[in-house]
């Protein structure tokens, strides 16, 4: 289980190595993408609150990175936080998501990107249901289900 001293240590010291790697320069990500998904994983923008496809979904499925597929979440870890955005509990395996100190707009936080093609995913923090304690706050334009 992750827990939030795990996500400082690899914050700080570096992140457990992905299965796989996707590297594509933007040119590319920029032809496979929609202009908000580009804006949102590529340039690591945020999408408007409450206005994502799965921000009210609870369907049973696993939703992937939107950019490369890679499974991240089981909608099993999935709650209502009520912030406008889906959130989770848990990653599907401790190495799907890299973890990065964000100290942009005088806050900081942990910044979530998929590990095998570093897509910007949203934020996790420390402010979820136990028994993990964990939000991790995503971009419904990040993700996609990729099994029921």
């Known amino acids: 289980m992750m827990t939030w001293n795990k996500i ?12 796989s790697r996707v590297d594509k320069d933007l040119t590319e990500w920029k032809k496979e993408l929609t202009p908000e998904q580009f804006r949102v994983t590529r340039q690591h923008g945020t999408e408007r609150p409450f206005s994502g496809e799965y ?20 909608s099993t870890e999935k709650f209502e936080s009520g912030t406008g955005w889906p959130s989770f509990t848990q990653p ?8 990065i100190m964000d100290s942009s707009f ?7 990107l998929c590990n095998t093609c570093d897509a910007h995913l949203g934020h996790v923090f420390p402010d979820g249901p ?5 939000r991790y706050c995503m971009n419904s334009v990040s993700l996609k289900k ?3």
Not at 9 to 18: E, S, V, Y
Not at 92 to 99: P, Q, S
Not at 106 to 112: D, H, S
């Open 8 to 19: 400082i240590d690899f914050a700080k010291t570096g992140n457990p190595m992905p299965h």
């Open 55 to 74: 921000c009210e979904s609870f369907d049973p499925g696993i939703y992937g990175c939107v950019c490369c597929g890679t499974p991240l979440f089981d």
């Open 92 to 99: 599907l395996k401790e190495n799907a998501i890299k973890y």
């Open 106 to 112: 005088g806050m900081v936080r942990i910044e979530t």
């Open 130 to 134: 136990k028994p993990s304690g964990l």
């Open 146 to 148: 990729i099994s029921d």
